[in-house]
């Protein structure tokens, strides 16, 4: 029976608007092109999911990689608080399956000094209906690593078998799947609450 759900965060349940809150700040195309490469999609934004290097030492290589458009960069980072904003329809979503007596864990790739600007900044509406949490940035692992899976599970003594995991990345939900937990890939809500309600009506069948 399933009993658990598991959320990954970002594009699931709040948006990572790095491309809006680019041209909110007035950057060219051109540079949000070279930013999706050499930025948000870097080696070194990896490290600051990781959590292993002073976040300090990885913002300076991002400002040398995004040369030379250092002042774009520095807008980016001054404004970061507005990096993420929840979909209307996330804490509903949790609240629904937790009416149905399932518990709502988040198991996320986020860099641990923004997810804590992130929460201060109210973007995380949905922190007080989960029932636990592990971010990569605070326990130095990162999906798709089976081993922030397994972290997760043994810190709250989960089955795997009675576990669903919703994530937008198919290497992450292919890990899950190998752990044993059931996967859904998510790629748009209506879609994704379809299969998981049938994921969980099959279960008590």
């Known amino acids: 029976m399933i009993k658990n759900v598991i959320f990954d965060v970002g594009n699931v349940l709040v948006e990572f608007r790095w491309r809006k809150l680019m041209e909110e700040l007035g950057a060219p195309t051109n540079v949000q092109s070279l930013f999706e490469k050499n930025v948000f999609g870097s080696h070194w934004w990896g490290e600051l999911d990781l959590g292993c290097l002073e976040e300090s030492d990885v913002v300076a290589h991002l400002r040398r990689e995004s040369e030379p458009y250092q002042k774009e960069f520095d807008a980016i980072w001054e404004h970061r608080s507005r990096l993420v904003e929840p979909y209307n329809y996330t804490v ?3 609240r629904h399956l937790k009416q149905q ?28 209906d989960v029932d ?11 999906k798709p690593n089976a081993d922030i899976y397994l972290h997760l599970i043994e810190k709250y003594h989960l089955n795997a078998s009675e576990c669903v995991f919703l994530d937008d990345r198919k290497e992450n939900i292919q890990t899950a799947v190998n752990i044993g937990m059931k996967g859904i890939v998510f790629e748009k809500y209506d879609l994704a609450a379809a299969m998981l309600e049938e994921y969980i009506k099959k279960s008590k069948a």
């Not at 996320?108 to 900044?121: G, I, K, V």
């Not at 636990?132 to 990162?142: D, L």
């Open 101 to 128: 007596g399932l518990c709502v864990y988040l198991l996320s790739n986020y860099p641990r000094e923004m997810f804590t600007l992130h929460t201060e900044c109210g973007c995380f509406p949905f922190l007080d």
């Open 92 to 94: 509903s979503w949790i």
């Open 132 to 142: 636990g949490k592990v971010v990569s940035g605070f326990v130095r692992m990162v």
